[in-house]
């Protein structure tokens, strides 16, 4: 399975950007699918997550900017960031998870998210 992200890049602060990432070599649909990120000299952070029925769940510091949405049908899974400020400027990582008895996750390369000041 891999999970391959688009659309980092580098953005002035109250900009936007869309996040892309698609799933490939999976014959199963993932549980949930969201964007987890990790700034420099912290931990890696949950951002957002959706389920395959919709519902979902976000950080307290991205809601009210950032949406999550998904394709079911194109195992692919979106990031809307509005309103960035610098203090999201990390590398952002894709997951997928499935649960078969337990939990499998499954990640991205990373795609870098800078919002200058």
């Known amino acids: 399975v891999q999970l391959v992200e688009s659309g980092g890049g580098v953005v002035q602060a109250g900009g936007s950007l869309r996040l892309s990432c698609t799933s490939s070599?999976?014959?199963?649909?993932?549980?949930?699918m969201g964007w987890y990120r990790q700034a420099p000299g912290k931990q890696r952070e949950l951002v957002a997550v959706i389920s395959s029925d919709g519902s979902t769940n976000a950080a307290d510091s991205v809601k009210g900017r950032f949406v999550v949405s998904r394709d079911n049908a194109k195992n692919t899974v979106f990031l809307q960031m509005n309103s960035l400020k610098p203090e999201d400027t990390a590398v952002y990582y894709c997951?997928?998870?499935?649960?078969?008895?337990?939990?499998?996750?499954?990640w991205g390369q990373g795609t870098q998210v800078t919002v200058s000041s």
């Open positions: 070599g999976n014959t199963f649909r993932f549980t949930g």
């Open positions: 997951n997928g998870y499935a649960i078969f008895g337990t939990r499998f996750d499954y």
